[in-house]
């Protein structure tokens, strides 16, 4: 690459924020909505439909006309949707949900991102919401942070579940550990999407989710096949269990970490017993341009999440997993033509069996 041609680069960073936030605007203050049951409106027009300045709205929508999102008519001095228009409610909604997920957990911390990698800590939520925590411990006590984080994530589980379950196979009657099972959600599909006689799942979380996730299990009508404990993966996991499942969890943690949670479910898993690990990925190829878990997931986790963290490529969970005692049976990448577009985890299964 010349020097013109990384500068050229640099320059689409650069302007990368302004850009987002250009774009949330829009959405944010009606805009789309406005031209959507439209024929056509002025600047003058939508900006007293969205009590904004005519000239503000202007300025707003050249780049949204560059991009082709929206039109501009010269002649009649109007504005209609674009490629917007072509987008489904229910995909448009999904891609604005995950915008405001940015907005709200990541680009206000994402301002103290050197701060938190050189010390692992989430110095944005410190100084933007007094805590030392992590974005979860946060979200718990500030409505903004657990309503921007708490549909997307929602979202994902909706649309991984089904492919997650579809890939693994559970016996019947088996005793079964949703470790980092949060409100019992995971416990629920797992007993909906496998049932057999005998089968149990146990939620396995820290203690103050558990009213929730008892719960959810009786509103599920499942409380006679779903249980919780509780407890820290950090401290001692419960053993027996035939079948482990991991998902959404070990990608929050850097490898040495993930590697005791490993060690962990080792132990509490029988001898021959099975272990389910569903995580985003990294390519092999770190180059693959249609990969954009590099592109947002170390930033989201050292920087607002976590203060550590972030995806591993399918091979060091590989080595990982080897190294806490499993042999891998299987692996799996979800194919990227399967996600909606506008999605970015690229998701991962990996099965293994604790060696006896």
């Known amino acids: 690459m010349t020097s013109d041609a990384t500068l050229r680069r640099l320059r689409e960073y650069i ?16 805009i789309v909505d406005e031209l959507r049951g439209s024929a056509g409106l002025t600047a003058a027009e939508l900006g007293e439909a969205v009590d904004a300045k005519p000239d503000a709205v202007e ?3 050249f780049l949204l006309v560059k991009e082709g999102f929206v039109t501009y008519d010269e002649d ?3 504005y209609r949707l674009g490629t917007l228009a072509e987008v489904a409610d229910h995909d448009l909604a999904r891609a604005r949900g995950v915008m405001h997920l940015v907005k709200v957990t990541t680009l206000r911390q ?12 989430v110095v944005g939520l410190k100084e933007l919401y007094g805590t030392d925590g992590t974005l979860y411990d946060a979200a718990t006590g500030n409505q903004d ?3 921007a984080w708490l549909e997307p994530m929602n979202t994902v589980s909706a649309t991984i579940d089904p492919w997650f379950f579809a890939n693994i196979d559970i016996p019947a009657g088996a005793q079964v550990l949703d470790v980092a099972g949060n409100t019992g959600q995971g416990a629920i599909h797992t007993y909906r999407a496998k049932p057999s006689e005998g089968l149990k799942v146990t939620t396995f979380d820290l203690p103050e989710k ?12 499942l409380e006679e096949h779903l249980s919780f404990i509780g407890g820290n993966v950090f401290d001692t996991i419960p053993e027996g269990f035939d079948v482990v499942m991991v998902k959404h969890f070990l990608d929050m943690f850097d490898k040495d970490d993930i590697l005791k949670i490993l060690n962990g479910i080792s132990t509490s898993l029988r001898p021959g017993g099975e272990i389910h690990v569903l995580v985003p990925v990294y390519p092999e190829d770190i180059t693959e341009a249609d990969n954009y878990n590099v592109d947002f997931f170390p930033a989201f986790f050292i920087g607002a999440a976590m203060g550590q963290g972030g995806p591993q490529k399918v091979s060091v969970y590989q080595s990982l997993l080897e190294q806490a005692g499993f042999k891998v049976t299987k692996t799996v990448v979800r194919d990227p033509a399967d996600i909606p577009p506008d999605v970015i985890p690229v998701q991962a299964l990996l099965t293994a069996t604790k060696v006896a």
Not at 20 to 29: A, G, H, K, Q
Not at 211 to 218: C, G, Q
């Open 110 to 121: 994402l301002y103290y991102l050197t701060e938190s990698a050189r010390t692992g800590k």
């Open 76 to 78: 009649s001095a109007r």
């Open 210 to 221: 558990e009213a929730e996730a008892l719960e959810n299990f009786r509103a599920a009508g």
């Open 59 to 61: 300025q707003l929508l």
């Open 145 to 147: 942070l657990h309503d």
């Open 15 to 30: 302007v990368g924020p302004t850009r987002f936030m250009t774009l949330l605007s829009v959405f944010e203050l009606g």
